[in-house]
């Protein structure tokens, strides 16, 4: 039997879209499907982020074999210093030519991208229990319970369609139990635990992967962060 059909038809997400809309739910496969994208998007930048102190000693690195570059520029008339020499061993992917600083720089902003995500490092929530906190967090804008038997069905036929693509790693390889989805939810959620400061940046995460997938509805090349303030509950 389908999750959302007769014993006779096959699940399709029109299916699904008729479903919830019958159930009064305001969202439906697009939405869900985002918030899905967005949180492969986050977790496999938090992997990028895992040893922040060489990012920051590469970013330092970085930075001042331009500011030496910069100046030997301003002064190649008088001196024949080349900042190439000092390249260290394991920054290899940089090459000696002039024309390499334009690939300095791109990675000097990639490395200043990967510093604003460092919150991220704070969070302790497996890509499977992000995707219930999001979708518990959207169905409970609309009724103030949540229906297991419909997380437990959402998160089954998600699981089943995209098993076999680039996004299989966010899902349990075995069929999770609503018991188990149930005890993810509440083991982040409880309210000693959840409204803590310490629990702040979780929390702004939901709220930024709600935003993104149930409001706003959209996918975009990189996440939006204003340089000024560090910190998930700034992001745009």
């Not at 096959?10 to 809309?21: A, C, E, M, V």
């Not at 520029?73 to 334009?102: R, V």
């Not at 991220?120 to 804008?141: D, Q």
């Amino acid at each position: 039997m389908g999750y959302f059909t007769s014993d006779n038809k096959k699940d399709t997400y029109k299916d699904l879209d008729r479903f919830l809309k019958e159930n009064n739910y305001s969202f439906g496969y697009r939405e869900l499907a985002l918030s899905i994208y967005w949180i492969d998007f986050i977790c496999s930048y938090r992997k990028k982020i895992a040893r922040m102190d060489l990012i920051q000693k590469e970013l330092e690195s970085l930075i001042d074999i331009r500011f030496q570059y910069k100046k030997h520029s301003q002064q190649k008339h008088l001196t024949d210093y080349d900042p190439f020499k000092s390249i260290p061993k394991n920054l290899t992917y940089i090459a000696t030519e002039i024309g390499q600083k334009e690939k300095i720089s791109k990675r000097i902003k990639e490395l200043e991208f990967y510093m604003l995500l460092e919150p991220l490092k704070t969070i302790k929530v497996s890509p499977r229990n992000l995707i219930i906190l999001v979708w518990g967090y959207a169905f409970k804008k609309i009724k103030e319970s949540l229906d297991w038997e419909l997380m437990e069905n959402l998160y089954s036929w998600f699981r089943e369609r995209k098993i076999r693509t680039n996004l299989a790693s966010i899902f349990s390889s075995n069929k999770t139990a609503r018991k188990t989805l149930q005890r993810m939810y509440y083991k982040h959620t409880i309210e000693k635990n959840f409204d803590s400061e310490k629990q702040k940046n979780l929390r702004d995460l939901i709220s930024f992967i709600y935003n993104k997938s149930f409001i706003r509805k959209e996918i975009e090349t990189g996440i939006k962060i204003p340089t000024k303030k560090k910190g998930v509950r700034y992001w745009q």
